[in-house]
DNA sequence: GCCATATCTGTCAGTCACTGACATGAATGG
DNA sequence: CCATTCATGTCAGTGACTGACAGATATGGC
């Protein structure tokens, strides 16, 4: 295993990326096409010249091809918020976060794709649902954080639950406008209107 | 069909009710005692004494046992909220709806049972996600009538998509603390608390 | 080059949620 | 008492997933 260089993800991790990358696209494009509920499994893997079975050695579940790793960037926007100045409105600090995560998403070039992958997503019921689960999970992951920073009154846990569910609809509202718009208007632009409709309280 | 009176709902649709009731009792039970995802809808139909296919056709879904009726109930929380008066803040007609809504289902006994039901939604993902689908379904009844009330500026739309979504969190967040909580605290109480974080702004 | 090991993959069988088609039996209405 | 309607059971089938097994492939040490 000392052959390269002993950085980072092993040679295997990359090429199970680039595999799921693939899967990814072909599936995209199938789903993009006939719906999302009317492509199978097999017909994914079938296409990606690949059984059904290896299909989910791949993706756990038929919709994470659509929703991706929330863990990954759920991290990512976690460590965000952290690294924010502690004097900042939490307001503030939370779309700073967001609108590094979109940077981020815009930096590897899946946007192209990630718009077709939103209409997917939020054109089918159970796409939708496994999304919002994400956000339930990038919420476990902010509410400590957000609590730590509130005014210590009698109702914080209650505030920074809300204030984080409240971010997150900012959050998914501007994904799905984004989604269903034709022009060019950015995610960022969308974000900062979003969160200004709530800000002058938090 | 003449028979005795030909009011609202039909002696066939009383005896569908009261079927779904007590699945709805028996299946409750297997799920607080081993778990939603451990139970099987076989076993559930079972112990109601029908086939498994009988029990889906009182329920198109399992997770429907536990999530109810979302249609009904978006009906009557968007009729409230169009009772409201039209000089009114949106944010305290949302609370207003909400809290009617929640005094409908006290009224109607299902708290005692609710908040086990509440209790085996909150710790179950696939459930949380069909819970979400629910306020999918209500924001999109929703956000017209308040769209109509807000002032008419070039964001109405996003503004009343943004405003409602809150509220669905916030109803969300009253909830699932209220039954992750032993004590006699009231929903309607978590609710008011939960508005009051993000009311100065709306 | 050769062998031991780990990894990837396909195949097969099985579970579970859900659906359509058909048959039966009970209740309803004239 | 008969015809219709409705609820239900049975059966077969689909589709997402999972575990077990076996063959292929690759990797690393020798």
Known sequence: MSSTTNSGPSLREIGRDAMRARITEIALDLFAEHGFDQVTVDQIAAAAGMSGRTFHRYFPAKEDVVV??????????????????ADEPVWDSLLASFVAFVGLLEQNGRVQRGKVAM????????????????????????????????????????????????????????????????????????????????RPQV
């Open 68 to 85: 991706g790793e929330p863990e990954q960037w759920g991290e990512f926007v976690r460590d965000a918020f952290a690294a924010r100045p």
């Open 119 to 198: 209409r997917v997503l939020v054109s089918t019921t159970s796409l939708r649902a496994r999304n919002l689960e994400k956000h339930q999970l990038w919420g476990r992951m902010l509410v400590p954080l957000v609590a730590a920073r509130l005014a210590d009154d009698d109702d914080t846990a209650l505030r920074a639950e809300i204030i984080v569910q409240a971010a997150l609809a900012c959050l998914d509202v501007a994904f799905t406008t984004w989604a269903n718009v034709d022009d060019d208007t950015t995610i960022s632009e969308l974000l900062e209107r979003s969160f200004a409709a709530l």
